[in-house]
């Protein structure tokens, strides 16, 4: 699954994932947790991730040819935020055919506009998790999150300027990357703009269709 930043696909994966009891591989969180280690990749990772730029791709193949060489992702997996442009994606098709498996692409859309209210309104509990938007689910107490009353805070990779970096390289980067599955009948389009319920039903309806699927 790709799209913009904010545009839903963490939450529509882990749906998936759950209906079709597949594992949702997020790029994102694999980075995360190698950042939060204290490690001197760790300290190059935080630095590009913070300012927007994209993680060397040779980075990301490793970390996924780990990760869905574990027994969970023998029956199949979800890509959450992979593959971003053709580079990847040919990594992705050696990957699935050394795995015996095939690739389909979800692609999610949304207006620019209300993707930056999305983000840039994000707060997380520094302690339980809970996520919240200022903008359109704030917390009873301004700073606070309502189940543990913990601080709230905002990820680094939230602010204006950092999100509109990341809207333009994911613009540069993936609309080769959607010409390409599109040609070869593997691209299956989603407005991220309905409702979270509606989008997945869309979702499993398409995924059913397909030759040798089932969802």
Excluded: W
Excluded at 76 to 102: C, F, M, V
Excluded at 111 to 135: A, P, S
Excluded at 174 to 188: F, G, V
């Amino acid at each position: 699954m790709i799209g913009q930043p904010g545009a839903g696909k963490g939450t529509q994966a882990r749906l998936l994932s759950d209906k079709c009891n597949y594992p949702q591989i997020s790029t994102g969180d694999l980075l995360r947790n190698i950042v939060s280690s204290d490690s001197p990749m760790a300290h190059e990772l935080r630095e590009t991730m913070n300012s927007g730029r994209l993680v060397d791709d040779g980075i990301l193949a490793s970390l996924l040819s780990e990760r869905t060489s574990q027994a969970d992702c023998q029956g199949g997996y979800i890509l959450d935020g992979y593959p971003r442009n053709l580079h990847q994606a040919q990594t992705l098709e050696d990957l699935a055919a050394s795995q015996a498996k095939s690739v389909v692409l979800i692609s999610f859309s949304l207006d620019e506009d209300v993707l930056l209210k999305r983000i840039t309104g994000r707060r997380t509990c520094t302690r339980c998790g809970e996520i919240y938007n200022i903008f359109s689910r704030p917390p009873a107490v301004e700073g606070y999150c309502d189940i543990d009353g913990a601080p709230l805070a905002r990820r680094g990779d939230d602010s204006e300027t950092v999100v509109r970096e990341r809207l333009a390289a994911y613009r540069n980067s993936t609309a080769p990357l959607i010409a390409y599955y599109r040609d070869t009948s593997r691209l299956i389009e989603v407005d991220a703009g309905q409702p979270v319920d509606q989008v997945q039903k869309r979702i499993i309806e398409i995924l059913g269709s397909l030759p040798g699927q089932s969802a």
